[in-house]
Every structure is written in C-alpha cells, then in structure tokens.
C-alpha cells in the first residue's frame, strides 16, 4: 500500500506521497498556519486529501512537535502552543475518515533514519534529536518503543547535575540546558559576553575561553549519551537536528562518551543523520 507522510512543523507543514518501494510520488510544502488549530487542522486536512488524488489507498501518519499523553492521546509540552490539550489525532481521522498515527518528530526522525538512513543497517537505533530542545526516540526491529508511558528515549530531561539550569519542564539540571543550541549560545554569551549563533561560536575555538566552552561541552554530551548506552546499549545512535552538524561530535565527541560508559568495550557507531530535514515527513509515512 501507498503511504502517506505529514511532518507539522513550527512554520513550515510538509506532506509525501510513497510508494510501496518508500519512493515519492509526491511531495509539497506549505506554510503552517500560526495560533490557529482550527486552521491547522484544515490545512493538513487539505494537504492530505490533495496528496490522496494521486493513489487509491493509503496509510497516513503524522509527526508533531511535542509529546503525546498516553493517558489521553492529547499534544503536551509542544512549542506550537496552540497544539497543546487538542486531539489532533482524533479530529484528523473524523476529518479523513480513516486510520491515522501519530508520533512525535523524535521518534518519526529516529524512525526514518533507522529504516531508510544512516542507522538502516541496526536492529537496535538511538535516534537523538539535538536543536532547540534535545529529543530521542528507541527503534526496535523496526518499531518505535514508546514505553509505558510514552517517554522512552527522552534522555534531554535526564539529570545531569542535581541542582544545575533551570528547566521549562520543572526540574533542574537537564540535558537539554546544558547542550541544546540556545543552551550551548547562553554558555558562550555567558563566558565571552558575544552573543553569536552556533555555527559562528564553532568556526574560531582558538583561545582559552573557547577551549573552555568546548570541554565543558564535550563533556556534558559524552556523560548525557554514555548513560543512554550504560543503559539501552543500542546498535547504534545517529544525531539530528542543527546542533549535529558540528564536526567534532563525530571524533571529540565519541571519544568524550566512549570515555564514559561502563565497560571494557565501547565500539558504539555515533552516525551522522543521513536524511536532514526530510527525516520528519519520511518517519511520519513508515508510522
Ligand atoms: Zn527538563
């Protein structure tokens, strides 16, 4: 059967058309309404109805950003506020009059990779989404664990120092203050007072502040991803999202976490993303 793919996004709502063989037959972006659900959900809905006039049948998957209660199946904690409470899943099958999934970008971006990208190879996938926030999502055989209550693979709120950032979600000291991109601009505006974005920090780190910056980053990703194997030891783990261009992670930064984990053999591929921001709408269709 024919799969279709819709990855909602902030700004931008992109919908694929699939083939059996995981080709696209279609593909479109449009612009996603703002603080507006009913007019998202219109959009989608029209999106996906114009891709259905290019097949018979279809499945239909959808990536969102946020997560998905399993108590209720309802969007939390999205940064596309106007998400949060709604049943997106429930109103888009009464809308479509069929079937639709529903995941969330790190678990449709580790689901993408795993099967069509770098990790295709791995039975076992650690997809880690690291940008504005820090996400990621466990694919078993194919298939997405999601856990008991949804939250597997949710390594950017693990503690990393009792005590440390303050976190929007309620805790201190997560992953995610320490080495997600706005978290990694903060540290190096705090200690050079330059208020610069990543790729502008990383292409000069010659001076001792730098250094600094650098180490103490290396450090908090080599501990936060050496726990996530200590516990999971996946086959393999593959980096998403903008924070993953940087090129030291790949050399630097293994070696920081390999430094890490808790045994006497650590051979653990840490793999580039292969599909970019396709990642979402392909995950989205293989859900
Ligand atoms: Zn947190």
Request: charged fraction near 20%.
């Amino acid at each position: 059967m024919n799969r279709i793919g819709i990855d909602l996004g902030g700004t931008k709502t992109e919908g694929i058309l699939l083939n059996e063989n995981l080709e696209p037959i279609e593909r479109k972006r449009i612009l996603t309404p703002q603080n507006d659900y009913s007019a998202i959900l219109n959009s989608i809905v029209d999106l996906v109805n114009e891709l259905k006039t290019k097949t018979n049948e279809s499945t239909m998957g959808i990536c969102t950003p946020g997560a998905i209660s399993k108590k209720t199946g309802l969007i939390k904690n999205s940064n596309t506020q106007c998400l949060i409470g709604m049943p997106l899943k429930e109103d888009l099958e009464k809308a479509l009059g069929q079937k639709v999934s529903m995941e969330n970008d790190a678990n449709c971006f580790a689901m993408a990779e795993a099967k069509m990208g770098a990790a295709k190879d791995y039975n076992m996938v650690f997809g880690v989404i690291m940008g504005t926030g820090v996400g990621g999502g466990i694919i078993i055989n194919e298939k997405i664990h999601q856990g008991r209550t949804n939250i597997a693979g949710e390594w950017g709120h693990h503690t990393l120092y009792q005590n440390g950032n303050k976190c929007y979600c309620g805790k201190s000291g997560c992953v995610e203050t320490y080495i997600s991109g706005p978290a990694l601009e903060k540290k190096w505006n705090d200690l050079t007072g330059k208020q610069e974005s990543l790729p502008q920090i990383i292409q000069n780190l010659d001076n001792d502040i730098a250094n600094q910056w650098k180490n103490e980053f290396l450090n908090n990703f080599g501990t936060a991803l050496a726990n996530v194997i200590d516990i999971l030891d996946p086959d393999a783990i593959v980096l998403g999202g903008g924070v993953s261009n940087i090129s030291f992670l790949y050399d630097e930064g293994k070696k920081a976490v390999y430094d890490s984990v808790f045994s006497d053999l650590v051979d653990t591929p840490i793999l580039k993303n292969q599909l970019g921001d396709s990642a979402g709408v392909f995950g989205a269709s293989l859900l």
